[in-house]
């Protein structure tokens, strides 16, 4: 939980392979910062809906 920054408690849970991947769920919306400062690498973020399992656009 330490790479999640301005965060409410319980507002948002965060599971890493550091360096490769990280999934970051919400548990009712809300918005964080999530620091990767020391991860090399270039990342994407993919959305998607839990309940209907519909992915989003990607972004970069």
Known sequence: MEL????EPDEAYLAA??????TLLFADGGCVGLD???HAGEFHIKWVDIASGEWGHRLR
């Open 4 to 7: 999640l920054k301005d965060r």
């Open 17 to 22: 392979k550091p360096g490769e991947r990280y």
């Open 36 to 38: 990767l400062q020391g």
